[in-house]
């Protein structure tokens, strides 16, 4: 088996050239001679030298590909760029915070090639404040096991092994979605297993993640349940919408059995207003499902121009 790494960076300048020579000392192992691999780095939009630092890497025994997105996007969006460019079957994700553990890479690859489709890190012992950082992934994590079928202890963790097919049918991400990426796959039916590995502090660099994670988490729980059934999303956007119009009906009818059986007013009464909110939520709900719709089948098409216009700088040394 071969593998493609592919690291997202974003202001990483201090750990970039340190992780890359930690990554290929990790690599030089009996147990590679072979495997192939390469390692793209992604830049997605550094406000310091982080490009500059992985340019700087040449001659190296393993190919690299440097890639600068031309602004800060999104940690997935980097992934599926990198992704893009890879030439092998297998992919293996790693932040480039010097938290993960190059090292670990082994202990994925020997668990996923006992035939998984999918192969996570779990940082059991996490080396970070716990109120600003492990508390919230906790608790996101907790969420993540209620609301899907996804039995991950760790859905945050960057370090995972996996079958390129894999990734491209787990392809819709939003801008914080890798972290349910395993989530996503388990529904999907794919085989996923988890592996325990170190967990380094953060030397330098900041964290982007806090407490603000648990309300993204709940937002892509809302937007998986949705990418269940994506093709279906007129049809349930139908069903409230006729709904509405049902419920608009009935409260009609009750407004005539007021006036012409009850002989009793209903101008006092919220029901007038009750029948035209309701008739025009249906209305919305249904003009909400077709643009939704159209909005999906737009995006299908643009996804692959979109990230090619994101990309300003390609720099491949695979020969």
Same mark, same amino acid.
């Given at each position: ?114 035939? %998984? ?14 109120? =600003? ?73 900041? =964290? ?35 709904? %509405? ?19 009793? %007013? ?10 035209? *909110? ?16 159209? *909005? ?24």
């Amino acid at each position: 088996m071969n593998y493609t790494i592919i690291i997202p960076l974003f202001n990483e300048e201090l750990n970039a050239i340190k992780l890359h020579d930690e990554l290929l000392k990790a690599l030089d192992n009996d147990y590679f001679k072979n495997k192939k691999f390469e390692i793209i780095y992604v830049d997605d939009g550094s406000k310091d030298k982080t490009f500059e630092k992985i340019n700087s890497i040449t001659q190296t025994v393993i190919p690299v590909v440097k890639v600068r997105h031309r602004k800060n996007v999104a940690q997935s969006v980097a992934i599926q760029t990198g992704s893009n460019l890879s030439q092998y079957e297998n992919l293996i994700f790693m932040d480039g915070d010097l938290q993960n553990d190059p090292k670990d890479i082994i202990k994925l690859i020997k668990v996923f090639e006992e035939g %998984s489709d999918l192969t996570i890190g779990w940082r059991k012992s996490r080396q970070d404040p716990f109120f =600003s950082k492990t508390l919230p992934s906790l608790i996101a994590n907790f969420l993540v096991r209620v609301f899907t079928n996804s039995k991950i202890h760790d859905h945050g963790c960057a370090l995972k092994v996996l079958k390129k097919k894999v990734f491209f049918n787990v392809t819709e991400f939003g801008a914080d979605f890798h972290r349910l990426f395993a989530a996503r796959a388990a529904d999907l039916g794919y085989k996923i297993t988890e592996v325990e590995i170190s967990h380094r502090k953060r030397i330098h660099g900041k =964290s982007n993640y806090g407490f603000s994670r648990i309300i993204k988490v709940l937002m892509d729980i809302i937007y998986l349940g949705f990418l269940k059934n994506k093709s279906k999303s007129l049809y349930y956007f139908g069903i409230l919408g006729f709904g %509405s119009f049902i419920l608009s009906f009935l409260t009609f009818v009750i407004m005539l059995y007021f006036k012409f059986i009850a002989n009793q %007013s209903f101008i006092l009464t919220p029901l007038p207003t009750l029948v035209v *909110f309701l008739l025009m939520a249906g209305l919305n709900f249904i003009l909400i499902g077709v643009v939704v719709q159209v *909005f999906i089948n737009s995006s299908n098409k643009n996804t692959k121009q979109d990230e090619v216009e994101i990309i300003e700088k390609i720099v491949d040394d695979r020969k």
